[in-house]
């Protein structure tokens, strides 16, 4: 029997991470919750919408959830406050991912439709490995990182935590992108880039 899961979200990436769960099997969505208040009462693919207030009332239901946010500081900010309340994060993968053996994947992570990650490879908390993008051999993303749809991680690469790479970004071997940094979409890195910059380009550069 799958058990019952809560999303927390209720705007355009928690559609995509409902479906996975649905698709996936291995978790129910029993309700969704968000901090809009015009969102409250109203339902997402189905799912009633209800406050944080609402979600922790109904934790005999259920104490595990998957917080479907895509801003990185948003969702880690959440997946924390989840935490101190006693609840649980659930990782999900879509059945149409592919994952090799030997990876990790870390609480609350999401992998969605059409990525494949390689063997060695390790998925933080509260990752995003979003539609069609890649990771290779050996690679290493930090907590509450967003790796966006159709980028390409080749082997050995390092994300930093609450790091966004692009949609459409290519990294080539062995480089390393800093914590919180920004990488815009379509780059091509060649190059490690710092903690915390903003960087564009093909080839890539950095830019604040």
């Known amino acids: 029997m799958s058990e ?3 999303v927390f979200g209720a705007s355009g990436h928690a559609k995509v991470v409902i479906d996975a769960i649905e698709r996936a ?4 969505v029993v309700f969704v919750c968000d901090d809009a208040r015009e969102k409250h009462g109203t339902r997402l693919m189905g799912y009633p ?3 944080r207030d609402e979600l922790l009332a109904r934790r005999a239901e259920t104490r595990t959830g998957v917080v479907g946010i895509g801003n990185n500081a948003a969702r880690t900010a959440v997946a924390d406050w989840l935490k101190e309340q006693g609840c649980a994060l659930a990782s999900v993968v879509h059945p149409a991912a592919s994952i090799a053996r030997e990876v990790e994947i870390e609480e609350g992570t999401v992998v969605m439709a059409g990525c494949v990650v390689n063997s060695g490879s390790r998925l933080g908390r ?3 490995v979003n539609t069609g993008a890649t990771v290779d051999h050996d690679c290493s993303i930090g907590e509450g ?3 966006a749809p159709g980028s390409h991680l080749c082997g050995g690469v390092t994300i930093g935590a609450g790091t966004l790479i692009g949609a459409g970004t290519t990294i080539i071997p062995g480089v390393r992108v800093g914590s919180r940094a920004l990488i815009g979409a379509g780059s091509t890195v060649l190059e490690d880039i710092p903690d915390g910059a903003r960087a564009a380009g093909r080839p890539c550069r950095v830019l604040a």
């Open 25 to 28: 099997g291995v978790n129910k």
């Open 145 to 147: 990182a967003h790796i």
């Open 49 to 51: 919408v209800g406050s």
């Open 126 to 128: 509260n990752v995003i």
């Open 4 to 6: 019952g899961v809560f």
